[in-house]
């Protein structure tokens, strides 16, 4: 079975569960021709991926509010354009770390014709984003402790499986970027962060240009991790110069301006 055949296959599945409301896992393998496992495997990441939800079983349609709820937001231009420039970083046969956030989220649709990935994340998003990709990246998860507040695994169960592996480039967001400290973060967990950093040979933070200049009070990465910041072309030039004198290779993409 193909990727894409099975990508078929689950869009069918969510067509059903939407056209009958339920579906069960029975139906689903003579339907589809395919094992148990294989069904169960596909409702997991369906569910994983907020298209429908599971029951003993089967599957259900999720309730209206929720649908109303789960309703992807619409990546920005800006996030788009840094999304970009940082997948072209990405050469075939890399190992990289993507931490969690939407800017981060944003460049996985582009990795599809990259060769012999290896991806590390915390973030079952990201991984559910990497699983339908085509080409079928290598993908790690850290395991650790739920953290709902950056919606990713975090904790001492992560930082151990992390050292336990060495990476060419990590990619990772951040809440704002104060000039003369780095990058900074609403959350008090930055214990893993700095540990994705400690094990990657490049780090790459990936943040729109108006978190440029924001403090906030927790310092994530010291200018010391960071090898590359990716941001938008509105980027203010005395923020450039800044940077640019940190010793980091600053990276400014176009988008398209209101």
């Known amino acids: 079975m193909t990727k894409r055949n099975t990508q078929q296959r689950r869009h069918a599945i969510v067509a059903l569960v939407q056209e009958r409301g339920e579906v069960s896992v029975e139906d689903l393998t003579q339907r589809f021709a395919t094992s148990e496992v294989t069904i169960r495997k596909d409702l997991a990441l369906l569910e994983t991926g907020g298209l429908l939800l599971r029951r003993y079983g089967g599957a259900v349609s999720l309730p209206t509010e929720m649908v109303a709820e789960s309703d992807p937001v619409k990546v920005s231009e800006r996030k788009q354009a840094i999304a970009r420039a940082a997948a072209e970083r990405i050469r075939d046969h890399n190992r990289v770390i993507i931490d969690s956030g939407t800017t981060t989220s944003a460049m996985i649709p582009l990795l599809g014709n990259k060769r012999g990935l290896i991806v590390m994340t915390n973030s079952l998003n990201v991984a559910g984003s990497l699983r339908e990709l085509e080409n079928e990246p290598?993908?790690?998860?850290?395991?650790?402790?739920?953290?709902?507040?950056?919606?990713?695994?975090?904790?001492?169960?992560?930082?151990?499986?992390?050292?336990?592996?060495?990476?060419?480039?990590?990619?990772?967001?951040?809440?704002?970027?104060?000039l003369a400290r780095g990058t900074t973060t609403f959350n008090e967990l930055v214990g893993l962060s700095r540990v994705m950093a400690e094990v990657s040979r490049?780090?790459?933070?990936?943040?729109?240009?108006?978190?440029?200049?924001?403090?906030?009070?927790?310092?994530?990465?010291?200018?010391?991790?960071?090898?590359?910041?990716?941001?938008?072309?509105?980027l203010a030039p005395d923020a450039r110069e800044t940077i640019l004198a940190k010793g980091v290779t600053l990276i400014c993409a176009p988008f398209r301006h209101a």
């Open 138 to 178: 290598t993908l790690l998860m850290t395991g650790g402790t739920w953290d709902p507040h950056s919606e990713s695994f975090q904790g001492q169960i992560a930082e151990q499986v992390l050292r336990s592996y060495d990476f060419d480039q990590l990619f990772i967001g951040a809440d704002g970027i104060d």
């Open 202 to 234: 490049e780090v790459v933070v990936m943040v729109e240009s108006d978190k440029i200049g924001r403090r906030i009070p927790n310092l994530e990465l010291p200018w010391a991790s960071i090898q590359t910041l990716i941001t938008d072309d509105a």
